[in-house]
């Protein structure tokens, strides 16, 4: 049977793997294979510690998420959507601000790459999001494990790395539109998309809205200052050639969260609402507006069979964050952000079984103070890292590993008021030595063994080492500690997959030792009457995990599958009520049902319909010193997912989803929430806001090819 090409990356929608098919106007492929996931996966080319290699190649532990799966994700933004793997979770402020969080570790210790550079964003704050439109994301590869190697200080706890959709058939023009309501909190978006590939001239053009009113449970109701609205606007210029590609990609990013602070009325214990009516799209006060705007210059040029890139990029993040009722429209902090990136790397032919990798990367930034209030000083930033990676495969074996050297400069300014130094001016210089080293050996063809060790490093940030002002969104005066040193750290690996045609099954094992680890807690002191007081201090940790995932399917259409994750974060020669890490989620079971109705229907195909049940443990490992956080009781939320493509005339015209999430509308606090903290109900006795309620979304894609 003949399908054309751009159905199957419709299907599997990874953009590493085009490039192979990209000059062909049809394939032979055997349907049955489409749907066999792991099998397709195998072959797929992802960016592990060590450089490009195929999936089943990578000693680092890599999960890939497609594009197809994201479209049958419920989610309110891009981290929301991959939170579901196994090892990955988020830190929430309501449903519109998420932040990452990789086997325990999150903030400054992830970096996120979208296309091609990493996301810079005054990623420091809780309250911070990642300013990346998902309707822009065409899968998503997950690095678990330090990968400092090749994405420099930062990467301690892993990569997201946020690809775009493959490029269009050559002489191919593509229409997409895309469109999603959520009951729950009135969430609505559209996205538009415009691309071709004419004569080797590539264009990809898209403008996407979001905008929802606030999100409700049966604990608290509709919960003041959680709406946000969203716009991005993209579009990328490319030329295809005989002597390589160029790409020039331009986007602008806006979010306008409300920032929820909690406040109850002391007699009747509900929520204070600090503006008009609740179920307005409109933002409440106080409010944030975010703005990103990226230039990003990618290129690829051949060198007989080898090849050399050439990425340059620049960034502007812009946020500003409104307080008074009274001047609604005046900020009172405005952090603007300058970043340029550079990253140039020379990737080699294969030489009997050896492949090397070598290059340079890295980024100068500035951060203004631009409003009447402070929490972080002026500063500059100067990073550059050199690294090497080599791969080696023979027989059932492959070796890879590399190098790194890092070196951070970092110029703090001074900022006086009222006579009384706020912000003591600095220097600081970070350097560090990282790599890694693993080994993979194809026990057969359905048995992989992977180990690998690996050394991480991460220079403290400017929000660690000179914070002094009230940080509104997170309701605390929040100090630095201008002595902290570098976090190392040394993981290891240890991973074994098999894959039948009815059974597949994963384990993962991991060990991380961190030296100096930075961590945020509260004190007894009061700088400024109302806010808590927060300080980064540091010590040494300690982290052991394990992951566990099956897939049964005993028939083709049938798939039962179950996952567990979970991580125990210590600090080392602690008390017990300082014993634990700040902010480490807790275990998590799922288990999930899938079965696919039809593949080749002449209307309605690949349908499915899917059941699942996410299950949280009790989290008693928690830190306990000053209040600083509190245990978490278990839950289990259940979902549910219907699904369809519609075909007319023998085309794929659309595909519809419909999915339920939290059903039984459980009442429920995330141990990662921050909103966990806010004000006690005085009625009730409950502290803190719970995450939402039941949610159903009705989403549908309408593909159109040219």
């Given at each position: 049977?003949?399908?054309?090409?751009?159905?199957?990356?419709?299907?599997?929608?990874?953009?590493?793997?085009?490039?192979?098919?990209?000059?062909?106007?049809?394939?032979?492929?055997?349907?049955?294979?489409?749907?066999?996931?792991?099998?397709?996966?195998?072959?797929?080319?992802?960016?592990?510690?060590?450089?490009?290699?195929?999936?089943?190649?990578?000693?680092?532990?890599?999960?890939?998420?497609?594009?197809?799966?994201?479209?049958?994700?419920?989610?309110?933004?891009?981290?929301?959507?991959?939170?579901?793997?196994?090892?990955?979770?988020?830190?929430?402020?309501?449903?519109?601000?998420?932040?990452?969080?990789?086997?325990?570790?999150?903030?400054?210790?992830?970096?996120?790459?979208?296309?091609?550079?990493?996301?810079?964003?005054?990623q420091w704050g809780d309250e911070h999001g990642i300013e990346v439109d998902g309707q822009s994301v065409g899968s998503v590869e997950i690095l678990k494990g330090p990968a400092s190697l090749v994405y420099g200080s930062d990467a301690?706890?892993?990569?997201?790395?946020?690809?775009?959709?493959?490029?269009?058939?050559?002489?191919?023009?593509?229409?997409?539109?895309?469109?999603?309501?959520?009951?729950?909190?009135?969430?609505?978006?559209?996205?538009?998309?415009?691309?071709?590939?004419?004569?080797?001239?590539?264009?990809?053009?898209?403008?996407?809205?979001?905008?929802?009113?606030?999100?409700?449970?049966?604990?608290?109701?509709?919960?003041?200052?959680?709406?946000?609205?969203?716009?991005?606007?993209?579009?990328?210029?490319?030329?295809?050639?005989?002597?390589?590609?160029?790409?020039?990609?331009?986007?602008?990013?806006?979010?306008?969260?409300?920032?929820?602070?909690?406040?109850?009325?002391?007699?009747?214990?509900?929520?204070?609402?600090?503006?008009?009516?609740?179920?307005?799209?409109?933002?409440?006060?106080?409010?944030?507006?975010?703005?990103?705007?990226?230039?990003?210059?990618?290129?690829?040029?051949?060198?007989?069979?080898?090849?050399?890139?050439?990425?340059?990029?620049?960034?502007?993040?812009?946020?500003?964050?409104?307080?008074?009722?009274?001047?609604?429209?005046?900020?009172?902090?405005?952090?603007?952000?300058?970043?340029?990136?550079?990253?140039?790397?020379?990737?080699?032919?294969?030489?009997?079984?050896?492949?090397?990798?070598?290059?340079?990367?890295?980024?100068?930034?500035?951060?203004?103070?631009?409003?009447?209030?402070?929490?972080?000083?002026?500063?500059?930033?100067?990073?550059?890292?050199?690294?090497?990676?080599?791969?080696?495969?023979?027989?059932?074996?492959?070796?890879?590993?590399?190098?790194?050297?890092?070196?951070?400069?970092?110029?703090?300014?001074?900022?006086?008021?009222?006579?009384?130094?706020?912000?003591?001016?600095?220097?600081?210089?970070?350097?560090?030595?990282?790599?890694?080293?693993?080994?993979?050996?194809?026990?057969?063809?359905?048995?992989?063994?992977?180990?690998?060790?690996?050394?991480?490093?991460?220079?403290?940030?400017?929000?660690?080492?000179?914070?002094?002002?009230?940080?509104?969104?997170?309701?605390?005066?929040?100090?630095?500690?201008?002595?902290?040193?570098?976090?190392?750290?040394?993981?290891?690996?240890?991973?074994?997959?098999?894959?039948?045609?009815?059974?597949?099954?994963?384990?993962?094992?991991?060990?991380?030792?961190?030296?100096?680890?930075?961590?945020?807690?509260?004190?007894?002191?009061?700088?400024?009457?109302?806010?808590?007081?927060?300080?980064?201090?540091?010590?040494?940790?300690?982290?052991?995990?394990?992951?566990?995932?099956?897939?049964?399917?005993?028939?083709?259409?049938?798939?039962?599958?179950?996952?567990?994750?979970?991580?125990?974060?210590?600090?080392?020669?602690?008390?017990?009520?300082?014993?634990?890490?700040?902010?480490?989620?807790?275990?998590?079971?799922?288990?999930?049902?899938?079965?696919?109705?039809?593949?080749?229907?002449?209307?309605?195909?690949?349908?499915?319909?899917?059941?699942?049940?996410?299950?949280?443990?009790?989290?008693?490992?928690?830190?306990?010193?000053?209040?600083?956080?509190?245990?978490?009781?278990?839950?289990?939320?259940?979902?549910?997912?219907?699904?369809?493509?519609?075909?007319?005339?023998?085309?794929?015209?659309?595909?519809?989803?419909?999915?339920?999430?939290?059903?039984?509308?459980?009442?429920?606090?995330?141990?990662?929430?921050?909103?966990?903290?806010?004000?006690?109900?005085?009625?009730?006795?409950?502290?803190?806001?719970?995450?939402?309620?039941?949610?159903?979304?009705?989403?549908?894609?309408?593909?159109?090819?040219?």
């Open positions: 049977m003949k399908i054309n090409r751009h159905i199957i990356t419709n299907l599997i929608a990874i953009a590493s793997v085009i490039p192979a098919f990209a000059q062909e106007k049809q394939v032979e492929i055997d349907t049955t294979d489409v749907f066999y996931r792991h099998l397709n996966l195998k072959e797929v080319v992802v960016t592990g510690a060590t450089g490009e290699t195929r999936l089943k190649n990578s000693s680092a532990p890599v999960k890939m998420l497609t594009g197809r799966e994201m479209q049958a994700l419920s989610a309110s933004n891009v981290i929301d959507a991959i939170s579901t793997q196994p090892g990955v979770s988020q830190i929430t402020t309501g449903s519109g601000i998420s932040k990452p969080v990789i086997r325990g570790l999150g903030y400054n210790r992830i970096v996120v790459v979208n296309d091609g550079i990493r996301q810079e964003g005054q301690m706890a892993g990569v997201i790395k946020f690809n775009p959709y493959p490029v269009v058939p050559l002489g191919k023009i593509k229409l997409n539109l895309s469109t999603e309501y959520q009951t729950n909190n009135g969430l609505f978006d559209y996205s538009l998309n415009f691309a071709g590939n004419k004569q080797g001239i590539l264009w990809d053009l898209r403008y996407s809205e979001k905008m929802a009113h606030e999100y409700k449970n049966k604990c608290d109701g509709y919960v003041p200052n959680s709406q946000f609205h969203e716009r991005a606007l993209r579009g990328m210029l490319g030329l295809n050639r005989n002597w390589g590609k160029s790409q020039l990609i331009v986007s602008h990013y806006h979010i306008t969260p409300s920032i929820i602070e909690g406040e109850r009325d002391s007699e009747t214990g509900e929520l204070e609402v600090p503006y008009g009516k609740l179920k307005t799209y409109h933002h409440g006060m106080p409010y944030q507006q975010v703005y990103h705007t990226k230039a990003v210059l990618n290129n690829t040029f051949y060198v007989g069979d080898d090849r050399l890139n050439v990425l340059l990029g620049y960034q502007q993040n812009r946020r500003q964050e409104f307080e008074e009722a009274e001047h609604p429209n005046d900020y009172a902090l405005f952090f603007k952000l300058h970043t340029v990136n550079y990253n140039v790397n020379y990737i080699t032919r294969d030489f009997g079984g050896w492949k090397f990798t070598g290059g340079v990367n890295g980024m100068w930034q500035r951060s203004l103070n631009l409003g009447e209030e402070y929490l972080i000083p002026e500063y500059r930033l100067t990073d550059v890292g050199v690294f090497a990676t080599v791969t080696r495969e023979w027989s059932k074996w492959v070796l890879n590993g590399g190098v790194r050297y890092d070196y951070r400069h970092l110029n703090s300014a001074e900022l006086t008021e009222d006579g009384v130094v706020r912000f003591a001016p600095f220097k600081k210089n970070f350097n560090g030595v990282t790599g890694s080293l693993g080994a993979v050996f194809h026990a057969t063809d359905a048995l992989n063994l992977k180990l690998n060790v690996s050394r991480g490093f991460r220079a403290p940030n400017v929000s660690e080492l000179a914070s002094n002002g009230v940080h509104e969104g997170s309701v605390r005066y929040e100090l630095g500690n201008v002595n902290l040193k570098p976090e190392y750290s040394w993981q290891f690996d240890f991973s074994m997959d098999y894959t039948s045609r009815f059974f597949s099954a994963e384990l993962a094992l991991f060990c991380n030792r961190i030296d100096n680890y930075i961590y945020l807690h509260r004190v007894n002191e009061v700088i400024e009457e109302g806010y808590m007081t927060y300080r980064f201090d540091s010590g040494d940790s300690r982290l052991l995990g394990a992951e566990v995932s099956l897939d049964v399917h005993p028939i083709h259409s049938l798939h039962l599958g179950t996952s567990f994750s979970m991580v125990d974060a210590v600090q080392l020669h602690q008390p017990e009520e300082s014993k634990y890490l700040p902010f480490t989620p807790a275990p998590r079971w799922q288990v999930d049902a899938k079965y696919e109705l039809n593949h080749h229907g002449k209307v309605f195909c690949n349908s499915f319909v899917s059941v699942g049940l996410d299950y949280n443990f009790k989290q008693n490992h928690y830190y306990k010193a000053d209040n600083t956080e509190t245990a978490t009781p278990a839950y289990a939320l259940l979902n549910a997912t219907i699904g369809t493509d519609i075909n007319v005339h023998g085309k794929h015209v659309a595909s519809v989803y419909v999915i339920g999430s939290n059903l039984t509308d459980k009442v429920y606090q995330s141990h990662l929430s921050r909103l966990k903290y806010a004000d006690v109900n005085p009625v009730t006795g409950r502290q803190g806001v719970s995450n939402m309620g039941r949610n159903i979304t009705f989403k549908v894609v309408v593909p159109l090819m040219f």
